[in-house]
C-alpha cells in the first residue's frame, strides 16, 4: 500500500477507509470538493483523496490502506473510481460500496471545454486577434478527434497544452507574473488534460450494485453495471457540500445502495 499518490482528508478510528477519487484536492476551484465532503462523513471513518501527482505516472494510483470501506468518485473521476473498485474487489473478493457524483464522460469536446475555461483565466492580455486565430486552430483540431476516445485523445490533449502555453506565458509576461507561477499554470492545465484522457482511457462501469448521485438539471451519461440513481435539488458546485449528498453516502457505507439494477435501466429516487 502506498500513500505517495494520496492526501489524508480526515483522521477517523481504525475503520476501513473511504477513498475518493478526483484531479486534486489541493487545487481552488469554484466547486465544492471532497474536503467538504469528508469533514461531515461519520468520524470513525478516515478520508483519502487523490492528489495531483497520483496522475502523472500511473495509471491508478495504489490504494493508501489495506482496508476500503467505500470508494468516491467526482465528474471525470468517476470512471477512474469504477477501475478502482473494480481493482479492489479483484483483491478482496468482495467489491467496495462505489458512489459516482455527476459521473462525466470524456470526449474530445470535453478537453477543448476545459481548454476553453484555462484560457478564459489569461484571455484579457491576450490580443483579440491571437484569440481569434487560436479559436480557429482548436476548432479545427476538434473535427479531426471529434470521433476519437480513450488513449487516442492524448495527442488533442498535447496539442491543446501546447496552444494554452503559447497563450498564456505572454500574456501573463506582459502582467510581469513570476516565470514560475507561469509554469505552474502551465503544468496545471497540461496535468488536468492528461488527467482527463487517463479518465476516456477506462468505462464508466461499476463492478458491483453502486449510487449515482446527481446534481440539479445535470443528465448523467450511460453507466454500465447495476445501479441506482439518485437526483438531488443542489446544484452542481454545491453537489459535495450538500447535507443529502453526504447522508447518501453514509448509508451506502452502511450497505443500503446495493441494489439490481432492472430490466428497464437503473432504479431512481428523487429527493
Not at 476500503?68 to 471525470?76: E, K, N, R, S, V
Not at 473521476?77 to 481493482?87: H, I
Amino acid at each position: 500500500m502506498s500513500t505517495r499518490a494520496w492526501r489524508l482528508l480526515r483522521a477517523g478510528d481504525d475503520a476501513p477507509a473511504v477513498l475518493c477519487v478526483d484531479y486534486s484536492q489541493t487545487q481552488a476551484r469554484a466547486e465544492a470538493t471532497f474536503h467538504d465532503l469528508a469533514t461531515a462523513l461519520p468520524a470513525r471513518y478516515p478520508v483519502w483523496g487523490t492528489d495531483e501527482g497520483a496522475w502523472r505516472d500511473e495509471d491508478l494510483p495504489a490504494e493508501p490502506v489495506a482496508e476500503i470501506a467505500g470508494i468516491l468518485g467526482f465528474c471525470a473521476g468517476a470512471s477512474l473510481a469504477c477501475a478502482l473498485a473494480d481493482r479492489v474487489a479483484r483483491r478482496t473478493g468482495t467489491p467496495p460500496p462505489l458512489v459516482l457524483f455527476d459521473p462525466w464522460a470524456v470526449t474530445a469536446a470535453a478537453l477543448l471545454h476545459e481548454f476553453g475555461r484555462a484560457v478564459e483565466g489569461v484571455a484579457a492580455g491576450v490580443a483579440p486577434e491571437r484569440l481569434d486565430a487560436a479559436k480557429a486552430e482548436v476548432r479545427e483540431l476538434l473535427s479531426d478527434y471529434a470521433d476519437r476516445s480513450g488513449p487516442r485523445l492524448a495527442p488533442l490533449a498535447d496539442a491543446l497544452a501546447d496552444h494554452y502555453a503559447a497563450l498564456a506565458r505572454p500574456a501573463c509576461a506582459a502582467q510581469r507574473v513570476p516565470e514560475r507561477i507561469i509554469d505552474q499554470l502551465c503544468a496545471r492545465t497540461r496535468g488536468f488534460l492528461d488527467y482527463l484522457v487517463r479518465s476516456a482511457s477506462v468505462p464508466l462501469r461499476c463492478p458491483a450494485p453502486a449510487l449515482v448521485v446527481t446534481a440539479a438539471g445535470f443528465e448523467p451519461p450511460p453507466v454500465s453495471g447495476p445501479h441506482r440513481v439518485l437526483h438531488l435539488d443542489v446544484d452542481h458546485p454545491g453537489l459535495l457540500a450538500a447535507p443529502e449528498a453526504t447522508a447518501a453516502v453514509a448509508r451506502a457505507l452502511d450497505g443500503d445502495a446495493e441494489v439490481r439494477q432492472p430490466r428497464s435501466g437503473p432504479s431512481e429516487v428523487r429527493w
